[in-house]
């Protein structure tokens, strides 16, 4: 069985349990999250999960129908990774002394297109987007460093063609 990396966005309102009831459909399935962030969506009053699976082609439209069965869930929608647009945020918080002693460290950060976001006598913060490899990649050079807290965020992403979310909530308002 193959599995395909596959981005699931489910819009849904903003109420208190739906979480643990879409956590329970891939639970029931043994499958594990990659990767999940929400947020408020171009909509307003309206939400958007991020989920990212590792899953069998035939699975994921059946997860997904199972996740717009919720009664919260407004559309679910999945997308391969050549479908979507997607990044990652990384935070590295590192000992200070590092930055001033070691000139290489200065190099890496500029080489990787990452911004020191704060400097205090004893940490600098460094703060860097892109793809889980590259945050991966700079978390490994910085460690030698006296890297003291890394910290990832789950895959954020928009889809490359439409998806057509505001017309089915336009159709509810007509209604």
Known sequence: M??????????????????????????????NLESF???????????????VVNIAPEKVHKVVQQIEKQIDVIKAYYHTDEETI?????????KSSSLFEERQIQNIIKESHATIVTVSPEFFVIEKT???EETEQLRKDLAPYGLLQFVRSGRISVTKAKMGISEILNTFKKQ
């Open 37 to 51: 962030s929400t947020s408020e969506s171009e909509i307003p009053n309206v939400f958007r999960f991020v989920i």
């Open 2 to 31: 193959e599995l395909k990396t596959y981005t699931i966005s489910v819009y849904s309102e903003n109420n208190i349990g739906l979480l643990n009831r879409i956590s329970a459909i891939f639970l029931k399935r043994h499958i």
């Open 86 to 94: 997607f990044q990652e945020n990384a935070l590295y918080k590192v």
């Open 130 to 132: 892109g793809f889980r």
